[in-house]
């Protein structure tokens, strides 16, 4: 199939968008298609590649609410278990308790919890030019906790619905206090290896990208379309962590959501569980979705609806959407930060999905 209109999607992202390289590659019963448009890097200007590695975002929810939902099945832990039960005393404060979060608030984002990326301290450094002075700070997971705490709760546990990486990072402090390893070793040992998944890995405080891989450029998330670009490949991804730190290709993405959308790595039970779903209905998100445990599913203007994840990073955008089943799959990358990349994967998503 030629996708005469997913390439003018990518075509368009490019020149009237303005970013430097987006790919898709879809995945259906007729086979694979791979299409690109823009460039790698825009000092060589190099075409991107299908196996190129990039910035996740937080698709990487998705990995660790699986890997959550693996330990439930096993009977290590309990959806229905509080925060304050693996995680004692850690979330006080400011009108927040651990012992009236569940572990299946942290998931399905109804926590309440203020989201630690737009604490006062952190979010000046990560918005305008004094994130290029802070790209390779190193975080840990508890000083991103800390940052939340410093405010009250956006509303009181199963209250409402709100986007925060505080949930997923306490998510992964969990993963480890319940294995006693490592939230990367676990990653890579109940979703990777089983997968065959070997160029998706959780980078730590590694700055670079291993293998081969587009430059990631960024305007540092300032509104304005004149806005200086950066090379931001490298960077110190702990600020994300559980909640977005993870690094992977297309084809890996592929692979481990028709694996999770087929049924094939969750019990039916979690899987149940994951695919129980809250609207996102009057929250400053992507609009007409539906969250689950670490996934969500939105529909299209044309009344389909699309499943997956998407996930965001300085220099990164990523969508892995596609059919319920996993089989009729779109991954799509830009390597670049600004314009309205939702609106460019939604068409994209028409463009395939609904054709």
Not at 107 to 115: E, K, P, R, V, W
Not at 187 to 192: C, E, F, N, Q
Not at 296 to 319: D, E, K, N
Request: charged residues 20%; aromatic residues 8%; glycine residues 12%.
């Amino acid at each position: 199939m030629t996708r005469t209109e997913v390439r003018r999607v990518l075509d368009q992202a490019v020149s009237d968008g303005g970013v430097p390289g987006v790919i898709a590659d879809i995945r259906d019963a007729q086979g694979a298609w791979f299409g690109t448009a823009g460039v790698a890097d825009t000092a060589t200007g190099g075409e991107r590649h299908q196996d190129d590695r990039f910035r996740i975002g937080s698709i990487t929810k998705a990995f660790t609410s699986t890997v959550v939902l693996k330990l439930a099945a096993e009977g290590r832990l309990s959806l229905d278990d509080t925060v304050d039960k693996w995680l004692p005393g850690l979330v006080r404060g400011n009108g927040n308790d651990g012992a009236k979060i569940t572990v299946r608030q942290l998931l399905n984002q109804t926590s309440g919890l203020f989201n630690y990326s737009l604490s006062e301290r952190l979010m000046p450094q990560y918005v305008g030019p004094a994130f290029l002075e802070h790209r390779f700070d190193d975080h840990s997971p508890e000083g991103l906790v800390r940052e939340a705490l410093a405010s009250p709760p956006d509303f009181a546990p199963g209250a409402g619905w709100g986007y925060s990486n505080t949930n997923f990072v306490l998510a992964g402090m969990i993963i480890e206090r319940a294995t006693g390893r490592s939230y990367a070793e676990e990653v890579d040992h109940r979703i990777a290896r089983p997968l065959g998944l070997t160029e998706t890995y959780v980078p730590g405080d590694d700055t670079k990208l291993r293998g081969p891989h587009a430059r990631h450029y960024s305007k540092l998330m300032l509104p304005e379309p004149d806005a200086p670009v950066h090379d931001v490949t490298e960077l110190n991804a702990s600020i994300g962590w559980a909640a977005g730190g993870m690094v992977s290709t297309a084809g890996d993405l592929h692979t481990f959501y028709r694996a999770l959308l087929g049924g094939r790595l969750l019990p039916p039970a979690q899987q149940e569980e994951m695919f129980t779903g809250v609207s996102t209905e009057g929250s400053p998100w992507i609009p007409d979705t539906t969250y689950g445990l670490g996934v969500f599913w939105q529909r299209l203007p044309s009344g389909v609806t699309a499943w997956g994840g998407g996930g965001a990073i300085h220099g990164s955008w990523t969508y892995a959407m596609g059919s319920r089943d996993g089989e009729h799959f779109v991954v799509s990358n830009v390597n670049g930060d600004w314009g309205n990349p939702i609106a460019m994967f939604t068409e994209l998503l028409e463009a395939e999905l609904c054709s």
